[in-house]
């Protein structure tokens, strides 16, 4: 069994807005007075509070607190759960000697969702016809299923982006692997001109969505920076630039998954590089490697792969578009020479095409891809 996400626009009435809103609001108050109840405690008592204490509370709180009695129990638990698991993220960095990064307290913009872990059993209902949607303390609020639901539903989480509202439901559904294919290929990430090139050639050019949309969105951030804080127009102009950045990110991600879904599709095992996206986002590519979104795309195409039944090798990066891809020669040149000819051989390639046939090859000699059954052509 897989969780599977499918997530709905919700058309809620003005009262069930401000109720959403609400909600949203208790549930960020929560998670605010959970954490600074746990910073307390160990500052001035060196004592730690732990999950379930905290969980105990509960009760007590919504009947001192009347208002939480509009929020389902197992909302307010799951906001608790968000708190240890921030923890829980923190003391694991600590003792990977990374940068801790200590959980921080949520302001309006920064908590924006409310989940029922239990949304199969209670909380959340489907109603009849499939046009709304029965979510607790909110009511009855319009829903456009565009696809069906599949598999057991396990939890719903309601969520806010700009002024629309989403539901987004977990569901376990039995995985649906696509027929057997021995056929591989390599792909070499790029960012301009090109998002992809594969080891047969196929060159799928970079949409640069942030970079087309880059002057639109610095007049609307100019007119932000000239509204008062506070003002109606300043929010009015801060939901304009939300509005574009919100655009950018869903063009991106129909984009990526169009891209995946396809070769996963056409083949049975997809060879990349194992690229430090993180460290290439501090240079000066910055820019170009972060309107890829290289690493959103490789996510998606990983767990495409595993419910299809794929395989996806990650493979070291090191001298890939160095090599020549027949002879094996390395000729280091700077990166605008676009055309790879090799002196050994007398070899000419696209220079992103060499190296992706160099990303095919190393899985055959690196551990991760040892013994498999595919051939490389």
Request: aromatic fraction near 10%.
């Amino acid at each position: 069994m897989t969780r599977k996400a499918f997530k709905y626009r919700l058309y809620p009435t003005q009262p069930q807005h401000k109720d959403l809103e609400r909600t949203l609001a208790l549930c960020r108050q929560l998670y605010n007075a959970a954490l600074q109840e746990r910073r307390e405690a160990y500052q001035k008592a060196g004592k730690t509070v732990g999950f379930y204490e905290q969980k105990r509370w509960l009760p007590e709180i919504r009947t001192e607190l009347p208002e939480y009695k509009g929020v389902h129990s197992q909302v307010l638990q799951n906001v608790i759960e968000r708190v240890d698991k921030a923890f829980q993220g923190f003391f694991r960095r600590v003792r990977a000697g990374q940068k801790a990064g200590y959980p921080r307290f949520k302001g309006r913009e920064r908590y924006d969702s409310f989940t029922f872990p239990q949304a199969g059993q209670t909380g959340v209902k489907l109603q009849e016809g499939g046009k709304r949607v029965l979510i607790y303390g909110i009511g009855s609020v319009k829903v456009k299923l565009h696809r069906p639901l599949e598999g057991r539903l396990k939890a719903a989480t309601v969520k806010r982006e700009g002024e629309h509202w989403y539901l987004v439901f977990t569901c376990e559904v039995e995985p649906r692997p696509l027929p057997s294919n021995d056929q591989a290929i390599g792909i070499d990430l790029g960012t301009n001109p090109h998002f992809l090139v594969t080891s047969e050639g196929e060159m799928v050019e970079a949409p640069r969505y942030y970079q087309k949309t880059q002057a639109k969105l610095a007049r609307a951030q100019h007119s932000l920076s000239r509204r008062k804080r506070g003002s109606s127009r300043r929010k009015q102009a801060q939901r304009q630039v939300a509005k574009l950045h919100r655009k950018i990110a869903n063009q991106r991600k129909d984009f990526h998954h169009k891209i995946a879904r396809r070769l996963v599709n056409e083949y049975g095992t997809i060879v990349h590089e194992d690229l430090n996206i993180l460290g290439l986002a501090r240079t000066r590519l910055a820019k170009g490697v972060l309107d890829a979104g290289w690493g959103r795309f490789l996510q998606i195409l990983a767990y495409k792969a595993e419910e299809a039944g794929r395989r996806v090798i990650k493979v070291d990066p090191k001298y890939t578009s160095q090599d020549c891809p027949v002879c094996g020669h390395r000729e280091r040149k700077p990166l605008w020479v676009r055309e790879f000819r090799c002196s050994g051989c007398g070899g000419h390639f696209h220079r992103d095409v060499a190296a992706a046939i160099n990303i095919l090859a190393k899985a055959r000699t690196e551990p991760s891809g040892m013994g498999t059954a595919w051939a490389v052509p």
